[in-house]
């Protein structure tokens, strides 16, 4: 198991014995609001983000030792007189994605997304867009990606980026942008042709992923925090005050159920088999999938 907090360590346990087999803090950045950048396991590697108010860097490590293998730097000329409050760090989750064949990592951090050969760091491509805090993470399909800016609500935007470019395809490869009512927190899914949206304050839209077409729009409770879950056939949708609406994907809005937990949920819900699990600030809940 590989655990990461940040400038306070990272390091591999095994999950039998509880024996740390290795372990690093050497790794650090100003964490203004604490580490919330998740890693990932991409073959022999564990590739860990980290980006503060001094400095913004995605690591690579031997998953086996915790050794370096490759450091990228994101661009500083880009960070020059950009006020280091909450800005110039993110909260982002790295993916790896196919294109036209080949592996593709993919980060999202403030004021850019760049795309990066998995084994070796090295940039492929990048997309410029605002000084502020990416929180969900990228989503992809149909030869797309799906970059949200983050920031204040508001003052977010989000971008549909087609695949395969090289340098700056900001402009090149941009094939449409929305910037009315982006989700700040919530990441979307894809399902299908459709993407689905979610802002915190509850407006749940519907999009034809191809061409940024609204579908349709619901107004649900909130406030929300937890990314969308497509599991089963079925989209799960949890508030923070524990009400969960569930509805089934499709051109038409359709609700299924609402379960309600006497708990927080501003964590993203995990499938596992036929279960999901939620977590609040105090419990972890195992939820059986229903029919």
Known sequence: MYVH????????????TGKVIWRRDDLHCAHLQGPVSSPILYEDL??????????????????????????????????????????????????????????????????LATGHEPRTGKEIWRVLYRDDNPVSRVVTGHGLMFLNS?????????????????????????VWKMEDDVPSEVAPVLVGDLLYLLTDKGLLQCKQATTGE?????????????????ANGRIYISNKDGKTTIIKPGRVFKVLAVNQLDAFIGASPAVTGKSILMRSKTHLYRIQNGR
């Open 214 to 230: 609204t579908v349709w729009s619901e107004e649900l409770e909130g406030p929300f925090g937890a990314s969308l879950l497509h």
């Open 5 to 16: 907090y940040g400038s306070h360590g990272t390091a591999c346990i095994d999950t039998k």
């Open 150 to 174: 983050g920031g204040e609500p508001g003052n977010s935007h989000l971008l549909a980026v087609r695949q395969g470019g090289t340098g700056d395809i900001t402009q090149s490869h941009l």
């Open 46 to 111: 564990l590739i860990v983000p980290l980006e503060g108010t001094d400095v913004q860097f995605v690591v690579a490590l031997d998953k086996k030792t915790g050794d370096q293998v490759w450091r990228y730097d994101r661009p500083r000329e880009l960070y020059e007189g950009i006020k280091p409050t909450y800005k110039l760090k993110s909260y982002y989750t790295p993916i790896v994605i196919k294109v036209n064949g080949r592996d593709q990592l993919i980060n999202s951090g403030a004021m």
